[in-house]
């Protein structure tokens, strides 16, 4: 049973700082990571994928992955109110690289202060 | 490109009854998978689907299962609803570079 750690917050980022966001995983095997952000009532939203070790930039977005330690970040640069949300890590749950559902970390209530 | 759509979008039922829910994938997307969120499990696996095929399967009991058809629609069917099945029920749809894409869910409330 794989396991997707992330601290549950709330964290709270001043307006135009940079929010970073952590997220641990149990099995080593894993080689394909998600981001995704939920705001409150809605369904969640993919925002980052990330396949292998390093960093990938997206806009203001950087996923950062170490497999080695098995851990992926998602940072966010010039903060705006409109990044709070709560931001889910997602592995698939087969690493036998077949069908995958996701196995969810419990997200990082993320919050904005203007 | 039009999203994942989910019917019904609110659902109320009393227990013992059964529910079914409607999933339409992303156009050419082959693979749809299943998820239960409640605040306090997080979102959970149920099931996923391909090419009418379950390939995978979470840990739920029996009374939770789906299907796909051919133009790749899914179904998932809860039989003897339980308090405990009061939940959003969230469809995504995935593309051939595993990245999944959600629907807007239905919101069960099971009295």
């Known amino acids: 049973q794989k396991e997707v750690e992330q601290n549950s917050g709330p964290l709270s980022v001043p307006e135009g700082a940079i929010a970073s966001l952590n997220c641990t995983y149990s099995?080593?095997?894993?080689?394909?990571f998600f981001w995704y952000r939920q705001y409150s009532g809605k369904s969640p939203e993919l925002i980052m994928s990330?396949?292998?070790?390093g960093d990938k930039e997206d806009g203001r977005f950087t996923a950062q992955l170490n497999k080695a330690s098995q851990y992926v970040s998602l940072l966010i640069r010039d903060s705006q109110p409109s990044d709070s949300a709560t931001y889910l890590c997602?592995?698939?749950?087969?690493?036998?690289?077949?069908?995958?559902?996701?196995?969810f970390g419990k997200g990082t209530h993320l919050i904005i202060q203007p | 490109k039009a999203g994942v759509t989910q019917t019904p979008r609110y659902l109320i039922k009393t227990r013992g009854q059964q529910v079914t829910l409607s999933c339409s994938p992303i156009s050419g997307h082959r693979s749809v998978s299943w998820y239960q969120q409640t605040p306090g499990q997080g979102l959970q696996f149920l099931f996923e689907y391909f090419s009418e095929t379950q390939r995978n399967k979470g840990n739920f009991p029996g009374r939770f299962s789906g299907r796909q058809f051919s133009n790749s629609r899914s179904e998932m069917n809860v039989s003897t609803l339980e308090l405990g099945d009061s939940a959003l029920y969230l469809c995504?749809?995935?593309?051939?570079?595993?990245?999944?894409?959600f629907g807007p869910g239905t919101r069960l409330t099971v009295l």
């Open positions: 099995d080593r095997v894993s080689q394909s």
């Open positions: 995504a749809s995935s593309n051939l570079a595993g990245e999944q894409f």
């Open positions: 990330i396949y292998s070790n």
């Open positions: 997602a592995v698939p749950s087969d690493s036998g690289g077949g069908a995958d559902g996701l196995t």
